[in-house]
């Protein structure tokens, strides 16, 4: 089955640039979503179709994907991006989510 | 404003089914996929499948085939997901997102995401 790899934390400094990967086979070749999920609450879609950003997500989200690894990079980071995030992708006909990183702004 | 909400939390003993319920508002119901995912205490999130409201169309997970049914109620914009046989390690958060999602059967061709999600429905699955 399709796995995508994520590192389990990254810790950024407030105002700094935050960067969270996300790895699979072939990766770039499809479509890679990202979603940011606080502490008891649901998650929230911050990036679809690897770059786009859907209304109401702050400019400082982007993404990229190409060859094996997508990444969500977020500018200037705040203190309320501190949150879990996970990508997600299709294979064939099943969705399929990363591990989840969780990012800790210190 | 469009919105999802869930049924409340269960409590359920091994061997057990539970329906937890999904009911949207604020956008055409038929027009979007709903998917359901679930979230295990201090784990990730797991997909478990679709149901395409318009048609009664599902895709499960292969994880969850044979355990769990989709179905929907257009008359009151409600999809339900029911999980059977339930075992502990079924103990849960069950999330509904709705999903701008065009699929010919399984074959998505093309989708925008998970835009808005439930509040969760926490099942306990406990003896």
């Known amino acids: 089955s399709y796995e995508l790899t994520q590192p389990p934390s990254v810790s950024v400094s407030p105002g700094q640039t935050a960067s969270i990967t996300c790895s699979g086979d072939?990766?770039?070749?499809?479509?890679t979503y990202w979603y940011q999920q606080k502490p008891g609450q649901s998650p929230v879609l911050v990036i679809y179709?690897?770059?786009k950003r859907p209304s109401g997500i702050p400019e400082r989200f982007s993404g990229s994907n190409s060859g094996n690894t997508a990444t969500l990079t977020i500018s200037g980071t705040q203190a309320m991006d501190e949150a879990d995030y996970y990508c997600?992708?299709?294979?064939?006909?099943?969705?399929?989510f990363g591990g989840g990183t969780k990012l800790t702004v210190l | 404003q469009v919105q999802l909400v869930q049924s409340g939390a269960e409590v359920k003993k091994p061997g057990a089914s539970v329906k937890v319920s999904c009911k949207a508002s604020?956008?055409?119901?038929?027009?979007?996929?709903m998917h359901w995912v679930r979230q295990a205490p201090g784990q990730g999130l797991e997909w478990m499948g679709w149901?395409?409201?318009?048609?009664?169309?599902?895709n499960y997970a292969q994880e969850f085939q044979g355990r769990v049914t989709m179905t929907r109620d257009t008359s009151i914009s409600t999809v339900y997901m029911e999980l059977s046989r339930l075992r502990s390690d079924d103990t849960a958060v069950y999330y509904c997102?709705?999903?701008?999602?065009?699929?010919?059967?399984?074959?998505?061709?093309?989708?925008?995401?998970?835009?808005?999600w439930g509040q969760g429905t926490t099942v306990t699955v406990s003896s």
């Open positions: 997600q992708a299709w294979d064939s006909s099943t969705v399929v």
């Open positions: 072939k990766l770039g070749n499809k479509y």
């Open positions: 997102a709705r999903a701008a999602q065009m699929s010919s059967g399984p074959v998505v061709v093309y989708y925008y995401g998970l835009d808005v």
């Open positions: 604020g956008y055409t119901f038929t027009a979007y996929y």
């Open positions: 179709q690897d770059t």
């Open positions: 149901i395409n409201p318009n048609s009664g169309d599902t």
